[in-house]
């Protein structure tokens, strides 16, 4: 799943960038909704890789 314009909590001192309860919450929520179309814009393909096989050579 990808959730773009997600709000960000951002440390003035060093920048750091953390999401607050409430949005923690909402994205839970998205996750477990269970039907995946509630805020649904748009569909990408992803490229998928396994790590086994990358470490191995094999691929």
């Known amino acids: 799943m990808v959730v773009e314009n997600i709000p960000a909590l951002v440390s003035p ?24 179309k509630a805020g649904l814009v748009s569909r990408v393909i992803v490229p998928v890789f396994d790590y086994a096989l990358m470490i191995s050579g094999d691929v």
């Open 13 to 36: 001192v060093c920048g750091e960038e953390a999401i607050g309860p409430e949005t923690a919450a909402g994205l839970k929520g998205m996750r477990g909704n269970g039907d995946g």
